[in-house]
């Protein structure tokens, strides 16, 4: 009998420990096929109204695109197709100090709040951040591009670090000092309302010819 | 036929100027903070909007936001949030879809790059307290109307706007922070989804809330309201986050007001934020399924002769998974076996590797061989990325029978008595065709296909037609994109072989060398009779002569606004594709295409230039023709409030180098008579068209003018030197152009219009018309129904080549009404008589009217 107890506590508890993990963001807005995860288990459908917690890694497929706030204090975060990243994050009294493990792919960053912290690690550096708005791009080779928008991005690796501005670009390879430099191209999908839709009207003649013209609209 | 063309114009010109246009009174100012309501319509014409959006930023933003309109009768509404309107200008467009498959825009031209402008005022300076109190003073208007009994509360826990204006980019993620950021005690709920006023659909929406300070609230407490409706239970309440999914909102307005009390549950929490449902925002594209019926019944009386027109049809578009599926149909009484098909239909299955169409389908394998020919049978393609082929079977000429004329006695001969027939009308042979394209590389940045393609007659199929023919084509065609599509070049070439008359079938080898004497195949015809019959009126019997050739090469490239489109192609005398045939033969030269824009695209500039040689293969006695066409426009839009204007300069020239009169002789009896002969041409023709196009506000009614002037101007430069007898090719005309549309209300528009032309042909025939229009188009009934009236009188005189009297009135009335049944259900009603009095010499008919009265019915589901 004590056994049973035994078991059914030790159950309890692990069951308990499994759900302590902190909620810290809500999905509000899900296009296209994507995944998450939560330590190593198997890929789940990602959706709309999805509640991340601290460990969940997430995986866009093409043409995904997801939107996610953070709770503490509705930061933003887009991520855009093919891309890969693990959630970290832990509550400090009212705010959460995010760190997010960006594998692959593309993100953009709106950091609401100037007092929380947010962190990007990406294979060849790490981006901190405070109260700013950014781009961070990280290739197959595990390079890192930072896109400046709006206020300061530090980025740093072990052989060095530089602060990147709006309309600037820092760059960062494993083997190699990061390195800011002009932004030669903007970026601004993840200020967009949303994916890329396209509209195809097709036109047909009293011939019966027909043309598709595409509209792509945002 | 040059009177023709000129009365075609006219008319072209005169259904461009009436077609449809997107009718909205521009908002020049309105107040910072608020909601900006958007109106327009469809004016004029019989298209319906199936989508009509509002797109909107400040002049900073680097892109356009965008709302739905909704649709109300024939009105389309819209509101631009008072969230995007904290700066002090706004720059907007509106984009509409209309049921004919075009876009208009509001405004009309080059809208992107020059919006209409709105100066948003500030609002009173007592009304930006920020007390909670007066929050409701500068609270932005909420979309209305907010269904249920919490519209009050709704008004009242609305935020206060941030202090600073921002950029619609940064308001849109910022100030939903800022505005559903709680203040005071109500700091304990932070509203993360929807965005305040932010239109989704359904299935795309979540209510989100962030508990700032779990401490302070008693979670039993907390109830979740949807319009008023207690929907508590159906949303997941952990300690941080409390997430609401409701399912299958209705289009419309909807408010989420959250609350809790606090754990002594002396103090409540609340805080709330407006969401526009809208079930348009899924584009058709995406939509699961989407359908169209239409009905059209006319009865025409035209010339005396009455006749009932049925025309029905529909279309329907979905999809299940990855496969897309569509269907259109097409059917008119007047579709009868003595002639071509007039009825369509066609049923497709698509996915973006293979797909499959019946019925009615028009194939486009290469521009030389086989465009736009409908063909009723099969098709299919196969995209396997680096492999790909396209394939089509089936018929393209269905088999209509001749008539005969008998009758016609001749003498007796041999005791018999010969009865001659004459074929009254050719008919025409049943022809398949078989083409198949097989092609390397994806076409994004390098394609390499051939086509190949067979057409045959059957010449069994019909009596009393034309000669069957049999008709083989084949070439390669190539395309190279480069530099992001910057660079395109594209090459195309043909070959062909056709045997103009089957009915006899093929000749052996030996029967060859007998017809031709020099053409020895290294194969028997007869053997290969089955693929293309080889006769003696195949072309060409030796191929190398290259006759039978076609060749298309070009490049684009899009640089410095510029784009340039530069080429040179060459078609063959006998180059024949039946899977073509509106090909232009027996031609080469080059072509050359620019067209420039400059200041935001305010002005565009376009010059083209075309040298082609006709009858260059000197295949007959007929000298070579030299033609060149030099093409001037010039268009500027200078945006909103200012006329635009445009002018385009065509001359086109033609020249077959001839400068002698030659002359024969024929002999008749005794006599002999000296015949000239005058081939020479040398023509040039000039044609100017100038337009000014102004909106503008007179006496507080929305006006539209345009004014148009064309001429053209043609003269034969050894007009002079000919003989009298020789009719003139000189030829000018002019075309004048008024319109005025009014609106005087939302719902009553007027138009005005006037058009004079006179033409002058060779000194002999001179010829003026004139005029007058006046139309109307009235809403009522609550917008249902729509009242339309026009009539337009046109007077014309003058004097015939035969210097016989020109002298025609015609009144033209039309009026009917539309009934809006419902959005995307309309039926419409209307009748147009057309009053002729003809005193001209020539007129035996008399004074006569015609009249066509139409029923018409459709529906999008």
């Not at chain 1, 970026?187 to 013209?213: A, H, Q, R, V, Y």
């Not at chain 2, 469809?42 to 959006?53: F, K, N």
């Not at chain 2, 088999?399 to 016609?408: E, N």
């Not at chain 2, 006709?614 to 010039?634: H, V």
Request: proline fraction near 4%; charged fraction near 20%.
């Amino acid at each position: 009998m004590k056994c049973c107890v035994l078991c059914f506590l030790i159950c309890i508890s692990f069951l308990a420990t499994a759900h302590s993990r902190d909620e810290i963001a809500l999905v509000i807005k899900c296009d296209g096929n994507a995944q998450y995860r939560q330590s190593e288990q198997d890929w789940n459908k990602l959706g709309i109204g999805k509640r991340l917690e601290d460990g969940d890694e997430i995986k866009t497929g093409k043409g995904a695109q997801v939107t996610i706030v953070f709770i503490d204090d509705k930061s933003l975060m887009k991520i855009r197709e093919e891309s890969q990243l693990i959630l970290h994050g832990k509550r400090e009294e009212k705010n959460i100090i995010k760190k997010i493990g960006q594998q692959l792919g593309q993100l953009w960053f709106k950091v609401t709040n100037q007092e929380t912290q947010l962190q990007v690690e990406t294979p060849s550096g790490i981006a901190a951040v405070k109260g700013t708005e950014f781009y961070s791009l990280v290739d197959d080779l595990g390079n890192t591009t930072i896109i400046g928008i709006s206020g300061i991005v530090e980025l740093f690796n072990s052989l060095g670090r530089v602060q990147v501005g709006p309309s600037q670009t820092g760059k960062a390879g494993k083997k190699s000092i990061p390195v800011v430099e002009k932004s030669e191209e903007s970026m601004d999908w993840g200020t967009d309302s949303g994916t890329l839709n396209e509209l195809e009207i097709e036109f047909e003649n009293e011939n019966g010819e027909k043309k598709t013209l595409k509209l792509q609209y945002k | 036929m040059s009177k023709i063309a000129l009365v075609l114009l006219f008319f072209c010109v005169t259904l461009t100027h009436s077609q449809s246009n997107l009718v909205h009174d521009p908002i020049y100012s309105a107040e910072q903070n608020s909601d900006i309501a958007i109106r327009a319509r469809i004016a004029e014409g019989q298209s319906r909007a199936v989508m009509m959006q509002v797109y909107f930023k400040t002049p900073d933003a680097p892109s356009y936001h965008h709302i739905e309109m909704r649709r109300q009768g024939d009105l389309w509404t819209g509101n631009i949030p008072a969230e995007y309107t904290h700066s002090t200008l706004l720059q907007y467009f509106i984009t509409a879809l209309l049921n004919n498959q075009t876009v208009v825009t509001f405004p009309q031209f080059n809208p992107y790059k020059q919006p209409a402008r709105i100066v948003l005022l500030k609002t009173q300076p007592d009304s930006r307290k920020t007390t909670e109190k007066d929050t409701i003073k500068t609270a932005p208007k909420p979309p209305p109307p907010v269904t249920g009994k919490e519209e009050a509360v709704a008004t009242k826990e609305l935020q206060p706007l941030p202090e600073k204006a921002q950029t619609p980019q940064q308001s849109k993620t910022d100030s939903s922070a800022a505005q559903s950021r709680p203040r005071g005690r109500e700091s304990v709920f932070l509203i993360l989804s929807p965005e305040p006023f932010e239109e989704t659909q359904s299935d795309q929406l979540v209510f989100g809330v962030s508990v700032q300070d779990t401490a302070l609230i008693d979670f039993t407490t907390i109830n979740i309201y949807l319009n008023g409706e207690n929907v508590t239970t159906n949303a997941t309440i952990t300690d941080f986050i409390i997430t609401c999914q409701p399912e299958n909102l209705a289009a419309g307005n909807h408010l989420f007001k959250i609350s809790a009390m606090d754990s002594s549950h002396s103090k409540s929490f609340s805080n709330s934020v407006s969401v526009t449902v809208n079930t348009q925002l899924s584009a058709p594209s995406s939509a699961h399924f989407s359908a169209h019926i239409f009905s059209d019944l006319r009865q025409e009386r035209i010339s005396e002769q009455t006749e009932t027109i049925g025309i029905g049809g529909g279309s329907f578009r979905g999809h299940y998974g990855s496969i897309d599926y569509s269907g259109r149909f097409f059917l008119t009484s007047l579709d009868t076996r003595n002639q071509q098909p007039r009825n369509r239909f066609h049923f497709a299955l698509r996915s973006k590797y293979a797909g499959i169409i019946t019925g009615d389908a028009y194939p486009r394998y290469n521009d030389l061989i086989l465009w736009g020919k409908r063909v009723r049978g099969i098709e299919g393609y196969l995209r396997l990325g680096f492999f790909n082929v396209q394939v089509v079977y089936g018929q393209t000429v269905r088999a209509v029978a001749g008539s005969l004329i008998s009758g016609t006695e001749n003498p007796v001969q041999n005791g018999q008595t010969i009865i001659d027939s004459l074929i009254y009308k050719y008919g025409t042979h049943e022809q398949n065709l078989f083409a198949i394209r097989p092609s390397f590389g994806s076409g994004k940045h390098f394609q390499l296909g051939f086509t190949f393609a067979k057409v045959k007659d059957d010449p069994s199929s019909t009596t009393y037609g034309s000669d069957p023919q049999d008709n083989i084509v084949v070439g390669p065609d190539i395309k190279v994109v480069l530099d992001n599509s910057r660079i395109v070049l594209r090459a195309l070439a043909a070959t062909s072989i056709t045997t103009r008359d089957i009915s006899a079938g093929a000749l052996s080898k030996q029967e060859i060398l007998n017809t031709f004497g020099d053409v020895s195949l290294p194969f028997d015809p007869l053997d290969y009779d089955h693929i293309l019959i080889i006769n003696s009126s195949t072309t060409p019997i030796d191929i190398s002569k290259g006759a039978s050739m076609a060749y298309d090469i070009g490049i684009r490239l899009d640089y410095f606004n510029n784009l340039l489109r530069i080429g040179y192609k060459s078609i063959g005398s006998e180059y024949n594709s039946l899977a073509n045939t509106w090909i232009r033969k027996d031609i080469q030269g080059l072509y050359f295409r620019d067209r420039i824009r400059l200041f935001s695209n305010k002005l565009y500039g376009m010059f083209s230039f075309e040298n082609y040689q006709d009858n260059f293969s000197s295949q007959n006695i007929n000298p070579e023709i030299d033609l060149k066409t030099f093409n001037y426009s010039l268009h500027y839009y200078p945006g909103q409030g200012l006329p635009r204007l445009g002018a385009t300069l065509r001359t086109h020239s033609r020249n077959n180098g001839v400068t002698a009169v030659e002359s024969d002789t024929i002999s008749y009896g005794n006599n002999i008579d000296i015949l000239s002969i005058d081939n020479r041409q040398n023509q040039i023709q000039r044609d100017l068209s100038i337009y000014m196009g102004y909106h503008f506000k007179l006496a507080d009614f929305d006006q539209n003018i345009r004014i148009d002037f064309i001429s053209g101007n043609r003269r034969d430069r050894f007009d002079e030197k000919r003989d009298s007898l020789y009719f003139s090719q000189d030829l000018s005309s002019s075309v004048g152009l008024f319109s005025l549309r009014t609106r005087f209300t939302p719902k009553l528009n007027t138009t005005l219009s006037f058009a004079r032309n006179s033409n002058l042909a060779g000194e002999l025939s001179e010829y003026k018309y004139t005029m007058f229009g006046l139309g109307a188009d009235y809403m009522f009934y609550k917008d249902k129904i729509q009242a339309f009236a026009q009539f337009q009188s046109t007077m014309t005189e003058g004097t015939s080549y035969s210097e016989q009297s020109l002298n025609y009135r015609r009144n033209f009335f039309r009026i009917g009404a539309t009934c809006f049944l419902s959005p995307g259900h309309r039926i419409s009603l209307e009748g147009n008589i057309f009053a002729i009095r003809d005193k001209s010499d020539l007129n035996t008919i008399g004074n006569y009217t015609d009249s066509i009265f139409r029923l018409f019915y459709e529906k999008y589901f």
